[in-house]
């Protein structure tokens, strides 16, 4: 039931781009997309709900192919502050309103100057 | 606000011991939920509470037991610590609705030997 996210580990230098996916073996109600920065709590990035929504926050945006029971992370024109372990949170369409994430193992990104 | 706050930070345990670990919101949240997040894993879910009075189990409940008597509160009782049960451990909660974000604690960082 576990999403599993892919890469594992992403580095870059500072201005590339980067992706992340999350998939799923289950049809997907929503995803939830967040930052943690190492010995810190994990910080929201965004939710999606519907099947084909893109969201936006500054160069960082995702989307969500309900199809394809999957998510991507796009971090565009990467920042230093970037860096950090990106974890997908999914809701499966089987405890829809249960208001309970399973998360991804993690993508650790490090963004090099 | 606060938001969440959770104490101890920091907890050295033998094999054997028991203990409680404290969370608290101070948002008016339903939901609370405990996770444990292992060295370079991702967030597995050990309890949740969707209200006062109403708990239920996670992914690996085994060793841990939960109560909420009230909105704000929802500790996490280790009991027989094993050192299987090393980790940090992430309190969240959430208000309902499909567009919640779900907002982390600061974590406690357990060692148990």
């Known amino acids: 039931q576990q999403p599993v996210q892919s890469p594992q580990a992403v580095i870059l230098r500072e201005g590339e781009d980067a992706v992340i996916n999350c998939s799923s073996s289950?049809?997907?109600?929503?995803v939830h997309w967040y930052r943690q920065k190492h010995g810190e709590a994990p910080i929201f990035l965004m939710i999606?709900?519907?099947?084909?929504e893109q969201k936006g926050h500054d160069k960082i945006s995702a989307s969500f192919n309900e199809k394809k029971q999957q998510s991507s992370l796009y971090l565009t024109a990467s920042q230093l502050s970037y860096s950090g372990t990106y974890f997908c949170?999914?809701?499966?369409?089987?405890?829809?309103?249960?208001?309970?994430?399973?998360f991804g193992q993690g993508t650790r990104l490090t963004i090099n100057p | 606000n606060a938001g969440v706050t959770q104490t101890p930070k920091f907890r050295i345990l033998k094999i054997g011991q028991s203990m409680t670990l404290q969370c608290t919101q101070d948002?008016?949240?339903?939901?609370m939920y405990w996770y444990r997040q292992d060295p370079g894993m991702g967030l597995k879910l050990i309890y949740y509470?969707?209200?006062?009075?109403?708990?239920d189990k996670g992914e690996v409940p085994n060793g841990y037991n939960v109560s909420r008597s009230t909105t704000e509160d929802f500790p996490l009782r280790l009991e027989l610590a094993a050192p299987s049960q090393t980790s940090v451990y992430f309190c969240?909660?959430?208000?309902?609705?499909?567009?919640?974000?779900?907002?982390f604690g600061p974590g406690t960082r357990l060692t148990v030997t």
């Open positions: 969240a909660s959430r208000r309902a609705g499909p567009q919640a974000e779900q907002y």
């Open positions: 289950k049809a997907l109600y929503s």
């Open positions: 999606l709900l519907k099947g084909g």
């Open positions: 949170g999914t809701e499966t369409r089987e405890i829809q309103g249960a208001q309970k994430l399973v």
């Open positions: 948002m008016n949240h339903n939901y």
């Open positions: 509470s969707v209200g006062a009075g109403i708990t």
